[in-house]
């Protein structure tokens, strides 16, 4: 399935995005290769592949919920750059 340069625009319209006349044939192609590779990967049978969330067999890379002992409070802010009244001073954000 190719894009056309009038469904680039289309879509360059819908958001709000300004395409000079080289981006706009420059995005007609990646895009137009992109679906290319899209249609490609469709044409791959995959009956009897399971559904899968990584291509290697990895163990769970999540740990245990696990209550332990936390950080003390001085060793935690022994590296801080300021601190004050136990606790990290921070720039201002409002």
């Known amino acids: 399935m190719a ?8 879509v360059a319209s819908l958001a709000r995005l300004a395409l000079a006349p ?3 044939e420059l995005f007609t192609r990646q895009l137009g290769d992109i679906l290319a590779y899209v249609n ?7 009956t009897g592949v399971a559904p899968m969330t990584h291509v290697l067999p990895e ?5 245990e919920d696990v209550v332990t ?26």
Do not use: K
């Open 59 to 63: 163990p769970e890379a999540f740990r």
């Open 3 to 10: 894009i056309t340069r009038d469904e680039v625009l289309h």
């Open 22 to 24: 080289e981006e706009v």
């Open 40 to 46: 490609q990967l469709a044409a791959v049978d995959t």
């Open 69 to 94: 002992e936390s950080l003390p409070r001085e060793e935690a802010l022994a590296n801080a750059p300021a601190a004050e009244e136990g606790a990290f001073v921070v720039p201002r954000v409002i």
